[in-house]
Structure formats: structure tokens, C-alpha cells
Nanobody, 126 residues
């Protein structure tokens, strides 16, 4: 099981970025997948997640209405569309897979996740 996040970069406040999470060794649709971020000196924070199967999505209050998770089953790839970015969104972003499947559910708690990809850095300038 491997995941790799990509798509980070430098963007001005108010701008957008789309992150990708490519999976190998398993089918993304089969496991809950979470997006997390960690800013320097801060704890890792759950941003959003998507359940296995029906693909129900859940978001933290800090990004709700601005970030959207989607997946392309044919490419075995998950996306995090980030709009109206602000400097507080600056962080390293990670995707992770949870080996425990509960239909229609996923978690924003990092300790629930079992496999982590390398992160991608997002920097939002003011």
C-alpha cells in the first residue's frame, strides 16, 4: 500500500490549488482516505476525508465550503481542490488510508489511519 501526494506549490491568498493523491497496491475506492496537513510547529490536522464505496465526504470546519475531495476511480487518484486559500492554509499536506472500513464513514483523526504518503508543501502568500 503506497500513496503519494503531489500538486503543492506557492499561491497567493485567494487563489486555488488542486492536490492529487495517487495510490498503488490497492484500490482507492475500497478504503477511507483522509487528507491532513501539518504546519510548522503545529499538530497534524484533519482537513477532509472520503469514505469507501459511496464516497461520502467530510470536512473540518476550517476548510468547509472551500475545499472539495473527489476521486477518479479509473486513475486510482484522489483530489483535494482547494479554493479561496489563505495564509493559514500553509502546511505540508498528506493523504492517508484507513484499513478499517465502515460503510459511509471516514475519520478526520490521524491516529485512525494506517498508511501515509509523502506530503506536498503548500505555501499561501498574503
Amino acid at each position: 500500500v503506497q500513496l503519494q501526494a503531489s500538486g503543492g506549490g506557492l499561491v497567493q491568498a485567494g487563489g486555488s490549488l488542486r492536490l492529487s493523491c495517487v495510490a498503488s497496491g490497492f484500490t482507492l475506492d475500497d478504503l477511507p482516505i483522509g487528507w491532513f496537513r501539518q504546519a510548522p510547529g503545529k499538530a497534524r490536522e484533519g482537513v477532509g476525508c472520503i469514505s469507501s464505496g459511496d464516497g461520502a465526504t467530510y470536512y473540518s470546519d476550517s476548510v468547509k465550503g472551500r475545499f472539495t475531495i473527489s476521486r477518479d476511480s479509473a486513475k486510482n487518484t484522489l483530489y483535494l481542490q482547494m479554493n479561496i486559500l489563505n495564509p493559514e492554509d500553509t502546511a505540508d499536506y498528506y493523504c492517508a488510508a484507513d484499513f478499517l472500513v465502515i460503510p459511509g464513514q471516514c475519520s478526520l483523526h490521524s491516529y485512525e489511519y494506517d498508511a501515509w504518503g509523502r506530503g506536498t508543501q503548500v505555501t499561501v502568500s498574503s
